[in-house]
């Protein structure tokens, strides 16, 4: 019988060898694995199956693997995304974040360093149990729920990635409060300042009538970022 606890991963790399030897370390991990050896292979699998984290190579032939992942954020699929690359420059690992993966790891790597970042992935994107402080916060027209990590505007629902929605989680726990870069880049972006400036450049093209002009996610200078409430 298949134990249906067991989180549903989805390895998209056309090597074969690297396909199976991921495969097997993160099946010995405790996790239910499928493997695609392509992006038109990873969509058609994920046409049937639900997979809880998606495990991409950027360097794959036919549609690549940021441009797969940037297609499934623009179907509004927010399903979590790590991206494998042989390409480690800083920006390489900000293109991928600007896609909307939601972590990047170059190769090679270490494969107990890919557990882990699973893990944390897949830690964020369990709701929290619930708290007496962490109440939902409004501002303009949009109210987020810390608690179950949903944005709406009235009755929709506006997609966060996990990293969105952990970050906002952080914001909204002091309105009107200044938080540092340091302490928002520590649940999902490698401890990357940049990486954070990526992630609420997203944030506020979902929450800003005038991204350019942000009213309710601000910059301040030298220190990190607020988020003001109505």
Do not use: C
């Not at 992630?199 to 990190?224: A, F, H, M």
């Amino acid at each position: 019988m298949v134990d249906t606890d067991e989180p549903h991963l989805l390895v998209v790399d056309d090597d074969e060898r690297i396909r199976t030897l991921l495969s097997r370390f993160l099946a010995a991990q405790g996790f239910r694995v499928t493997s695609a050896e392509n992006a038109a292979d990873a969509a058609a699998k994920m046409a049937s199956v639900s997979f809880d984290l998606l495990i991409v190579d950027v360097m794959m032939p036919g549609q690549s693997g940021f441009d797969f992942v940037a297609d499934l954020r623009r179907r509004q699929d927010h399903v979590p995304v790590i991206l494998l690359t042989a390409r480690g420059e800083a920006e390489d690992r900000i293109k991928g974040l600007e896609t909307g993966a939601d972590d990047y790891l170059p190769k090679p790597f270490e494969p107990r360093e890919l557990t882990l970042r699973i893990n944390a992935i897949l830690k964020r994107a369990v709701r929290p149990a619930p708290a007496a402080a962490a109440k939902p916060v409004t501002f303009g027209d949009l109210v987020f729920d810390p608690v179950r990590g949903d944005l709406r505007r009235g009755e929709e629902i506006v997609p966060l990635t996990t990293g969105e929605a952990q970050l906002l989680r952080i914001l909204a726990k002091a309105p009107g409060t200044t938080v540092s870069r340091a302490a928002l880049a520590e649940p999902g972006t490698n401890g990357e300042s940049r990486a954070v400036d990526v992630q609420i450049t997203r944030l506020r093209r979902k929450i800003e009538p005038d991204p350019r002009n942000p009213r309710y996610l601000q910059t301040v200078w030298g220190e990190g970022y607020v988020l003001w409430t109505d």
